[in-house]
């Protein structure tokens, strides 16, 4: 009976353990489930996947200029009994990428006053033919840029895409570090004033012993209040970093609070790796910032070649076989002598306005070809300047690292030495100073760090695979 009662409690004490456990992991934030909720419910976010939306909208926008054509209209005129005029007309176009349209139609006119030219038997009369511009707009025309501008802008929009996560998830990380940071200054700094009104009191007890001074006792009072003005500076800071991480928690269309006892992941646990065989050239010319601007240039190449189009002259032919119809049925046979057909020709005399279009045209490609050497210069610079960072901050965090132990070490001695009167307030003080600033530099380095590598991949356009 005791054996079973004994095995019951271990269960209970086991099941809380475990309740308990999974409360506590609730509590913490980890960066990958903050970044994830931004991801999944930030309207920047949102803002962000429209601009997929919207290219879409523009390729069918694009793809409509190749849409057929059907028009139709009846005129009709009757006075005093009389049938001035009867005109119905009907037409189908179909536009083409080249210049060359596939034009149809029908038409069936009478009256006592029609112009004869359009006079038809009662049966009306079939047209089919082509419409073709021979010199301008015959390969390059509006048509056919706008599709091949509107897949630009499908990649365009990709690259303004993953500009807009990459700035918003950015700024929602260094949040996040920051938040860290001061979290962890808080539990080093408790610990601070736990020590110090520890030796405070010690210190009081001795002097009431008549081990030490007044003075001793003064020493060790500042000291606490030292440290007590240190949380009450951190706690104003974290503060603000919480209410910073609340401008990017959201959950659908609602903005949500950060629980009061969350807390964020283990300043040290390693939030990025760097992972990339490609050189900094690749990295570069891969950049969303880069591919941006090269596709800009692009869209105003495609401009500048229909501009140089329009410095050709217009010349428009028109070709259509004319086929009658034999009562209710469609019995028409094809004659070469039965046609219509003709021509537009046009040309500005001096071609001031399209020689001017052209020269501006030409000015702005090489505008953007500057911007892009010059973002392609300043992103490399930043890249290889991160990469040299990272080394000197690593190498730093390990040396300081066995700084923090060492000095630990020396506090636990000063302590031993304080007990037996060997030493004093004041080298308690420095030793106790030197660990704690030592511990909050540790935690500063490591935010350090992380923002570094979170500058790296930024800059080499690594961010979103590594937060996605």
Known sequence: MIKGVKIYLSLCILLISLVVNAQSDSL????KEYINMISQHHPLAKKANLKLDFAKAEWMSAKGNLDPVITSGLNQKKFNDKLYYRKLQGNLKIPTRLGIDIVGGYENSEGIYLNPEHKTDEFGLW???VEMNVLQGLIVNERRVAIQKAKIVRKLSENERQLMLNELYYSAT?????WQQYYFYKKIISENINIAKTYHENTKQSYLGGEKTSIDTLEAYMIHQDALMLFQKNEISLIKAKQNIENYLWD???PVDLNPVAEPENFSNPIFEIQSDLTVTNLVDNHPIILASVNKQSNLELDQKLKREKLKPKLKLKYNPLLSTNG???????SRDNFKWGFEFSMPLFLRSERASVRKGKIKIEETTLDIE??????KNKLEGSQQQLVLLREQLVLLEKNVKGYKILLDGENEKFKYGESSVFLLNKRQEKYINGQLKLVGLNTKLHVELLNYLYYSNGLIEKTE
């Open 328 to 334: 209710n049925e469609f019995s028409a046979t094809y």
């Open 28 to 31: 913490t934030l980890s960066y």
């Open 174 to 178: 260094v949040t996040y570090l920051k």
């Open 127 to 129: 047209h089919f033919g």
């Open 252 to 254: 659908n269309e609602n």
């Open 374 to 379: 010059t973002k392609r210069t300043n992103l």
